[in-house]
Structures are given as C-alpha cells and as structure tokens.
C-alpha cells in the first residue's frame, strides 16, 4: 500500500519525525493583525522541537494475568501495576543485562517475553530494511538463572520468535529459517538453500511485505512440536535498480521487485517436525501464479490453517491443512466481483469446532461465525455500517469485541456483541471521536486511546465488560494548553453533494476571526486511495494537522474531502474505482474545489491542492486534467504511471496491464502532461523503494516535452517517507514557501 506516515509498525507514523537538529528560524510572512496576541507556530515547533507532540502510554506490553504491564525504560523492563500506572518492581535491571565477563550491559532496544514471562528476548542494534522488516543481535535473558546469552554468533538475525513452551526460538538468517534450543543453545537450520534475490525462507519478499504486511513469514504450533513457514522463490521476479548516492562513485542496490503484470515470486508452504527434522510441503495447489497471504495454526494439533488468494485478487480461500501428510482441503470461499482484502481478521475458538472471520459480501465489512467445515453459523453483525477492527473473542464470557463506524462514517467506536449475533453494546461514553483499543490477554481490560478532530488523546484503563473508566493514565492537558496558547482553530466538518448527487464528507481549518466579505485562498489536501479515509474524527499528532494550523495562521483555509473509493461507507462506494483508478477520484476533487470556491470566504482563483503518495498521484492528475481549478499544487512521492507500480496492489484495483490498458493510461499524469497550467512543484526521494524515483523521472520527462514550467525537488537517498535528520523541516519549509509565493 502507498501511504507515506506507515512505518515499520502498521498504523505508526514515520521514523524522524522529530528531528534533533534546529536550524534556523523561518522568516513567513507578518500575521494578520487580529492573530497577533497568539504565539505563532513555526516549523521548528513541529518538525525539530516537537512542541506539540502529544503525550501518550508508550511501550506498554500486557502481562498475562491482565493485572499488570511492562514497559522498557532507560533500558530496563519495568512492570506498573495497570490500574495505577505506579511501578511495581524492575523485572530486568541494567546491571542483568552483562553477557559473562563483560562489564558493559547491552543496550537493548526491545524485548518479548516467553509464554511463562521467565525468559526474554531482548534485541539490540536493529537495523530497519524495508517498511516492516529489520535484523538484530538478539539476546537471551533466564529470569531466575539471571543469565544473558547471545541466541546465535552467526550474525545478525530476523523475527526471532520464542516457540509456546518457552524452550526453543526460531529466527531468519539470510534467507533461511533456523531454530535455537535453549537448553543447549545448538542451533539447527532448518532450511540451508535460501539466497538474496532467489529464495527466501521465513519471510516475506518486498511486495508480500509491502502489501500483506508479511515481514515474519513463519508461525509456531501451539504445542511447539512444528513450525510452518512460507518459502519465495523469486528467481524470475525482475530486479529493481536504485543508486545510492554519497561516495565517489554510487552504489547500485538491486532488489526483486514484481510491478504490475510482472512474475511474482513461486510460494510453497511447508511444514517442519522439530522432533523428527522433517520437512513436509503443504499441498496448496497447482497453480502457482497466486497468493498466500496467510498461514495461522489451528487449536486442532497438526491443523493448519492456510489462505490462498488468486492472482485477479476477487476470490479467497480458506484451507485446512493437515500438516503430517501435507494434504488439504477448501473449507470456505469468500468472493467478490472487484477484489478481496486480506485482514488478520480470522479467529479460531478454542473449541476447536468454530472460527470468526470479517467478510463484505453483504456489502459492508461484518463478523460471520462459522463451523470448522466453513458452514455459516451466524452473522453476528449486520448494518450499513463497516466494523474496521476485530479485537477478539473473550470465549468465556461468549462475547466478540470489535471496533466499528456504525455511529458515523467519521467515527470508531468499541462494541462487544455475543456469539449468538445478540445484545450488541457500544462501550465508553456516547459521543463523536475515535477510539483505539488495547485489549489485554483476558478480556478484563483495555487500554482506550481516544481523540477527536480537536481534542489530543486520552489514554484511560477501562473495565471490558462495560467500558467504565477505571484511571486516566494521560490526559494531554499541557497540549490542551499549548493549543490554546498558539491559538489553534477547530476542524470543521461539512458534506456536499456533487453534480452526479454523490454525497461526500469534508473538512476545513480556518484562520482565526474571519473578516465578512473577505476571500480566502483554499489549500485542499488529499490521499484518496482505495480504502483510506483523511477525513476522520481523530487527532491527527505532531505533522499535517499542526503545519495546516501553521497555514492557517498565515490566512489560508485548508479543506480535506475523501472522495469515491475511499473507506468507512462500504464496499460500493469504496469499489466503485475498480478498474479505472485516478477517473472518479479527480472528478470528485473537481467538485470539491468547485464547491469550496462558492463560499463566501473563497478566493476561487486561488485553490491549490497537496497529495503524498496516492495524493501525489492524485495532485499531479488534478493539475493537469483538472487544470483550470487549481492555481497551484504539491505532489510528492507520486505514482504517475501505474505501470511502475507493485503487482499485488496494482492489479487489486486495475487488473493486469495486459488485460486492462486503459486503466492504465487514460488516468496517468504523465499522459496529461500538456494540460498543466498552474505551478506545480514535484517531489521525490531517489531512495524510495516502494513508489520508485522512476515515476518522478517519467512525469518529469513528459512535462518537459509539453514544454511545462514547474519545480522540482528531489532528495538522495530518502525513502517513500522522506525524513531524517533535517530532512522533513526542510521539505515543509520548500513547501510553505512555494504556497506562499504561489497561493
């Protein structure tokens, strides 16, 4: 998926965000008068000094009696008593952490305990890969011996991950899969052919990684005695070449990369007998141009649970595998006449006679019980309304959590519904916003991290039986200050429809005591991808939200519309972009300016429009097909030719090229290149490797050819989301200075 704030964790916002360096000031333009006895935001506040970045509980890890949680602290694991939030006692301190005659401890930069909590392992020196992937040094701590070994001297290693027993622990190592038995520390490959850029054992390849967010491709039995993994073999996926910039002469870095109608990787699943050494190959199908996004391990021993997806991406299919003799069988189907999204939705009870699973095909994303064989038993949750996330099944009480937008489209709330389908109950307060859950193990409590358009969050212990609060553990109130202070104006929501009666939702940002009768330039800001949703009830933290303030308080409005295709209102209006990407999303941006620009406040002369990633594709297309709307606007990180782009996303929402060449290029900037007329400016990290700098090249070429004046800027060495070090001040002051001199 393009999305420029994920990281290495889903959901997370980019590394670098808070830049260390501070240089200097930002000259912007005098405020207007009536803002004057406000503090003024500058870029320094937001991308090196961090001033407004709101507080929250970090590294909270559930202990497993639910009462208690861990957390590292100055290189310690420290436990805090959850309904207080006080620390209890130092479970591992500094001084526990020297390997055996060695007088400096480690310094470790995360940790996972073993089932029993007697054992951790702690990682140190991580180095990230792609978005999701990493390597360490991974250490091994015994609780009661209090003694620290290394897992393995062979270097660095991938996912080590401890087996349910707590006695092995199983981990990647160029490209092979291996396990570490704790009692002797010898260590057994348990693949010995793996190779970079040609087979890969245990984890996933870029686009599995990028697009199935799998990086840790190996799952453990419940009972220890196996471990299944999926196998790569990428020997015919084209390489993808990227210089890296810096010395004398630059480096190449080539990596497989399938795009669109390219070979994918050949996918085998295999399942290895820890006992018995032996390695039995999952029967998973003749065909090898498909997908198997997910593997999972069933509360059956020796059942595992695989997921197989064809190529087209419309139809999937549930497996039950039986791991001694490698045979299988289709337990249930789930089809659609546009695609199928793969979640981590799937749940199995421990019955053993029963899983829970998400499914759209009554339209809106909903939980569906079913029996081992794949017969329905109940759907447990029916509306015209998407449930966005499955918490879990706490099966004694037989209840489902899950987090919906049944309220609004905006909106996520907690709800728990029984496994009948009956009783469903929305927990918390009433009220807008959004809440994000952090379960424990035993569905006593949760964490619940709530925000709102203009409001920071507030992190609260709550009771998961009825949502009570039992502490507030953060309440950002020094933020709330802050706001205050620096006189931050609200978020806006409004809808309108457009002239095909299409409904959409928006906001705005305004600056602060409007003059009647004056007219305001409008920035409109974009994603817009299959799926996502900008315009959310929800804090956004420290990055567009506080530099669209920043704009505000230099007299500039700021609209966001999530146009068709995005989430949140169901499958039809999300799916309805199928096939011809970039087509109805730019006409509905088209409406928006338009309707933004008949408001009294608007200048209609001077809107602009501002995309990353998906929204850099969707800017550069608006500036050209779109070209009479907007004065200026800001691409950065585009895909201008989706050709270029990954096989797994790409072919989702177009099909393959082959089969699909107008889907391809009647919506690519770089096929409109002659119809720009206001000033654009383009922006592209060459170090990018998930939307390749290749993109950039092509639209600039196409631009240069029209004979088009635009800007550019480009940045060595910087990924998709293009931070580090300075680098993200110095984007946002490029890009405020060019709307300030262009909007």
């Not at 991308?47 to 602290?73: C, H, N």
């Not at 806006?492 to 305001?520: D, Q």
């Not at 995309?611 to 606007?633: F, I, R, V």
Request: charged share 20%; aromatic share 12%; net charge neutral.
């Amino acid at each position: 998926m393009i999305h420029p704030f994920k990281t290495f964790q889903t959901f997370g916002l980019a590394a670098g965000l808070l830049l260390s360096a501070t240089p200097a000031a930002v000259l912007l333009p005098a405020a207007p008068a009536l803002a004057q006895q406000r503090q003024r935001i500058t870029l320094e506040d937001i991308w090196a000094k961090g001033t407004f970045a709101p507080r929250s509980v970090q590294g909270f890890r559930w202990m497993r009696d639910g009462r208690y949680y861990s957390a590292l602290e100055k290189g310690e694991v420290v436990q805090h008593d959850v309904t207080t939030g006080q620390a209890t006692q130092t479970l591992v301190a500094t001084q526990q952490l020297r390997l055996a005659g060695t007088d400096q401890p480690i310094a470790t930069d995360g940790y996972e305990f073993n089932a029993d909590e007697q054992k951790i392992l702690f990682s140190t020196e991580t180095e990230p890969i792609y978005r999701r992937s990493s390597k360490a040094n991974y250490f091994v701590y015994d609780r009661a011996a209090q003694k620290l070994v290394p897992l393995s001297a062979g270097g660095k290693q991938s996912y080590a991950t401890f087996s349910p027993d707590g006695r092995r622990v199983a981990f990647v190592r160029q490209n092979n899969l291996y396990i570490v038995d704790l009692q002797t520390m010898q260590e057994t490959p348990v693949t010995t052919d793996g190779a970079f850029n040609k087979l890969i054992h245990g984890a996933g390849d870029w686009v599995y990684e990028e697009e199935f967010e799998v990086a840790k491709a190996f799952q453990w039995s419940p009972d220890s005695k196996q471990l299944a993994f999926i196998s790569f073999d990428e020997s015919r996926v084209p390489e993808y070449n990227m210089q890296e910039w810096g010395g004398l002469y630059p480096k190449d870095y080539r990596y497989k990369y399938p795009k669109a109608g390219e070979a994918n990787s050949v996918v085998t699943v295999s399942a290895y007998d820890v006992a018995g050494g032996r390695t039995v190959k999952m029967d998973i199908g003749a065909e090898t141009d498909q997908y198997i996004p997910r593997i999972a391990w069933t509360p059956t021993p020796g059942l595992l649970s695989i997921q197989r997806v064809n190529r087209l991406q419309n139809k999937l299919e549930l497996l039950h595998g039986d791991a001694a003799t490698g045979k299988t069988q289709v337990v249930w189907t789930d089809t659609d006449k546009a695609y199928v999204e793969v979640t981590d939705d799937l749940r199995y009870l421990q019955n053993g006679k029963q899983f829970i699973t998400t499914s759209e095909r009554d339209g809106y994303r909903h939980l569906y019980l079913f029996d081992m064989k794949g017969k329905l038993v109940k759907q447990l949750t029916q509306g015209k309304w998407e449930v966005t996330e499955f918490v879990g099944v706490d099966e004694k009480s037989g209840l489902a959590y899950y987090v919906s937008a049944e309220d609004a489209p905006q909106q996520r709330h907690l709800y728990r519904v029984d496994l009948k389908g009956k009783g469903k109950t929305r927990l918390g307060e009433a009220g807008g916003g959004t809440d994000v859950v952090n379960m424990s193990p035993d569905f006593r409590y949760y964490l619940n991290y709530h925000s709102a358009a203009n409001e920071p969050v507030t992190v609260s212990l709550r009771t998961a039986r009825d949502g009570k609060v039992v502490k507030v553990l953060e309440d950002n109130a020094a933020l709330k200050q802050k706001m205050q202070d620096y006189g931050f104006t609200p978020q806006e929501f409004f809808s309108f429809k457009t002239a095909e009666g299409v409904t959409l939702n928006g906001c705005t940002i305004k600056p602060a005591n409007m003059e009647a009768g004056k007219k305001y330039p409008v920035l409109t800001f974009l994603y817009g991808g299959p799926g996502s949703q900008k315009v959310l009830d929800k804090w956004n933290s420290v990055d567009y939200y506080t530099w669209f303030q920043l704009l505000a308080q230099q007299g500039y409005v700021v609209a966001i519309v999530d146009n068709r295709g995005t989430g949140g209102r169901g499958a039809e209006f999300k799916k309805c972009t199928y096939g011809q990407m970039g087509k109805l999303e730019t006409i509905d941006q088209g409406e928006a300016a338009k309707y933004l620009g008949a408001q009294p406040w608007a200048d209609k002369t001077r809107i602009g429009i501002f995309g990353w990633s998906y929204g850099g594709y969707l800017s550069a297309l608006a500036m050209t097909k779109n070209a009479d709307l907007y004065k200026t606007g800001i691409s950065v990180a585009p895909v201008t030719n989706w050709r270029f782009y990954d096989s797994i996303y790409t072919e989702r929402f177009l099909k393959k090229p082959q089969d699909n060449p107008g889907g391809y290029d009647d919506n690519s900037p770089v096929q409109h290149a002659g119809l720009l007329k206001g000033k654009l400016l383009l922006v592209h990290g060459t170090g990018d490797d998930n939307v390749h700098f290749q993109n950039s090249v092509a639209f600039t070429d196409a631009l240069v050819k029209a004979n088009k004046d635009f800007q550019q800027l480009y940045y060595p060495n910087r990924n998709h989301s293009i931070y580090g070090g300075n680098t993200r001040l110095h984007l946002f002051r490029q890009m405020t200075n060019f709307l300030l001199q262009n909007l």
